[in-house]
């Protein structure tokens, strides 16, 4: 019998080792063959993986020469180079430095050539090259004008945005800084107080000059309130804001107009003063007759 065929309990430790033995060899002989195959194979695969990464950094190098391509200063030059020539693998490499400024190693240059020479004739014609270099600039520049206009829309919605929040926030504030349940007391105390202002305001000096024109503009309730304070350092409440704006809104939409609002503080300052003359007529009156 051969040492494959007997059993395991048949065997001595001679024949076991000598049983081991062939097997291994006859393994061997059997992976021999295929071990070659894979190296080749794995070899092919390697180069293939190359080539492929060769072609695509020098269509990235290709892309980047395209996208700073200006037809107005170089067209001439390129055409030049390229467009009667037919060249090889190292003749392509060494135009594409010195028209384009595009440094190819030689690997890449190999597969740009192979992959741009469509008869695979093993001659790159330069008029084929050339059309398609315009088409990949071309490409480029679109897509790189459609993503500065998209960039452009995409400021434009968020600067459009940022107004309706900041519209938004300041009528929250115009809607939280004044109230709407004031009482006819409410609007005779601020009426009196800005009319005492009014009484000391002059419109001929300098302070006055820049008072008028700080109101020249529509107010919200929240400019007037400032505009209250920075202007005659008069404070007031939510209630007497609302009393006031009650009093000079003409159109009620909650804004007041500056110039009016000027106007009839003139007539008040004016009412002020002709009452305080009538007050010291009197008194000296009342001295005289005594």
Known sequence: KSPFEVGAA????????????MLKKREGRKGVLPAVQRRASV??????????????????????????????KDGEVLTKSFAD????????????RRAMGVDLTR?????????ADRDKSGSLDGAEFLLMFFKEAHLEHSTDLQKRLKLKEL?????????????????????????????????KRVMRRLARH???FDVMSEQGKRTSKNFQ???????????????????????????????????????????????TFSKLGQIARRNEKKKRDEIMNRKLQS
């Open 43 to 72: 070899e092919a695969v390697h180069q293939k993986m190359k080539t492929h990464s060769a072609l695509e950094r020098a269509k990235h190098k290709l892309k980047k020469a395209a996208k700073h391509y200006d037809r107005y």
């Open 85 to 96: 020539y037919h060249m090889g693998a190292a003749e392509f490499r060494m135009q594409m």
């Open 198 to 200: 009014a009484f000391e």
């Open 10 to 21: 048949d065997q001595g430790p001679l024949t076991c080792i000598r049983r081991n033995m």
């Open 217 to 263: 503009c529509i107010l919200r309730p929240a400019a007037l309130k400032e505009q209250l304070f920075k202007s005659f350092h008069m404070k007031v409440t939510k209630a007497e804001l609302g009393a006031l704006i009650n009093q000079f809104d003409s159109d009620g939409d909650g804004d007041v107009s500056g110039a009016e609002f000027m106007v």
């Open 155 to 187: 400021r434009a919605e968020e600067e459009r945005q940022m107004k309706v929040q900041e519209e938004d926030e300041k009528v929250k504030a115009d809607y939280s800084c004044f109230s709407t349940n004031f009482t006819i007391e409410d609007t």
């Open 107 to 115: 690997k890449e240059a190999v597969a740009l050539h192979a992959h």
